[in-house]
């Protein structure tokens, strides 16, 4: 049996190509989804697994939110007697949240082998907690799959021998390739002509009441070039009122929206003249549809998407923003071009590798 596990929204638009890759396969064994529960609204968890078609947990940890060490921890405790009942030959974590360290730390002390899509991706800033995930999951892993060559060398410069890591492209473009014959046209935005797409949510840009002042005030700026289209997270909704800045945003030409559907968000970014965002899903995606992405963070563990794609890391630096706006708006901005095995079969070579690998290990105690 292999266990593949989501915790949290940027989780299912990976792990939906793999389980339907794994259950397609007729040498893999039985593939369980496994739900830890992370992310539970309707809008960041239920409606996206039916856009993805994504079948319903076999498994649901409920852990719901908590400080990280208690989520974390909680994931651990509930995961461990699953891994006893069902004794997988391997467990399969996607990404860098909570859930993917905490089933992989539970599964590596019981000897289960463990497989990371998406290995290797380094921000080399510890201060997110997605980049202490990305870099402990990886030293307990068996497998490491990986989407751009990059991450073959942060591996290897955290002692990671190289025949655990295969370069097999990206899963999340899986995805985007299959769904965007599907994508929801943005009908309420069509008449305003060209707009501009947002998300936010990362810590450094929203937890504080100063980099969040900030954040908008980029937004309402951006906003007197082009209307934008704000699609926040529960997190950044939250902090806006508790930190009494609800109001800086009125009467900018920009409408906030609740988090969208997988198919509504790539209606959004496929029709969008840029994108705005501190998402890390984002960055590929805009790559992969050749849409110019400015990306509000200092760094980004998807170098690729800056020198290969559309993307480009502009901070909160108001100034820089504003100058490439207007460049993208005169000359549409950062062609790009796809980066290599974003070709919509990531999958399918995960699980094709994985089945030989399981068919030549020795025969354990785990079936
Ligand atoms: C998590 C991931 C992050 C990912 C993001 C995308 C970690 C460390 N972070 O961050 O990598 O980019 O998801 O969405 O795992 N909340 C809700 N409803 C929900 C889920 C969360 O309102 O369904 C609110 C709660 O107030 C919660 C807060 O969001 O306290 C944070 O949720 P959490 O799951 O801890 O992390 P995210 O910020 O969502």
């Keep these: 049996m292999l266990l593949c596990v989501v915790g949290a929204r940027p989780n299912y638009m990976k792990m939906a190509p793999l389980l339907r890759a794994f259950r397609a396969h007729p040498a893999l064994p039985r ?25 319903r947990p076999d498994i649901n940890l409920e852990v719901g939110s908590a400080t990280h060490a208690v989520q974390t921890a909680e994931v651990m405790r509930r995961f461990e007697p699953v891994l006893d009942e069902h ?69 290897m410069r955290e002692g990671i021998p190289a025949e655990r890591m295969h370069f097999v492209g990206n899963v999340m473009i899986d995805s985007l390739r299959s769904h965007r014959s599907r994508a929801v046209p943005p009908r309420r935005f069509a008449s305003q002509g060209s707009f501009g797409v947002v998300t936010l949510h990362r810590p450094s840009n929203v937890d504080r009441p100063d980099a969040l002042a900030e954040s908008l005030d980029v ?63 984002m960055q590929e995606e805009t790559t992969a549809l050749a849409v110019p992405c400015l990306t509000m963070r200092e760094n980004t563990e ?31 901005g950062k062609r790009g071009r796809t980066p290599e095995l974003w070709d919509g079969h990531a999958a399918e070579r995960i699980a094709e590798h994985l089945s030989h690998w399981l068919a030549e290990r020795p025969v354990s105690a785990h079936g």
């Design 31 to 55: 593939a369980l989804l496994v739900h830890t529960g992370q992310h539970y609204d309707p809008m960041m968890n239920g409606r996206l697994f039916e856009d993805l078609e994504l079948p």
């Design 219 to 281: 937004l309402r700026a951006v906003a007197e070039r082009l209307p934008l289209v704000c699609a926040f997270h529960p997190r950044t909704v939250a902090n806006l009122r508790s930190f009494g800045l609800a109001d800086k945003l009125a009467g900018a030409r920009l409408v906030v929206l609740p988090p969208q559907g997988y198919l509504e968000m790539l209606g959004l970014m496929s029709a969008a003249t840029l994108v705005l965002t501190d998402s890390g899903g």
């Design 87 to 155: 004794q997988p030959s391997c467990v399969v974590v996607v990404g860098d949240v909570n859930s993917t360290l905490a089933c992989s730390l539970v599964a590596a002390k019981k000897a289960v082998p463990v497989a990371h899509v998406e290995a290797g991706l380094r921000s080399f800033d510890r201060a997110m907690p997605e980049e202490i995930n990305r870099v402990l999951t990886d030293q307990l892993c068996d497998l490491l799959y990986t989407t751009e060559r990059a991450a073959h060398a942060n591996l």
């Design 302 to 332: 998807r170098p690729i998407t800056v020198d290969q794609g559309t993307n480009t890391l502009v901070g909160r630096d108001r100034k820089r923003i504003l100058q490439l706006v207007d460049e993208i708006l005169a000359t549409g």
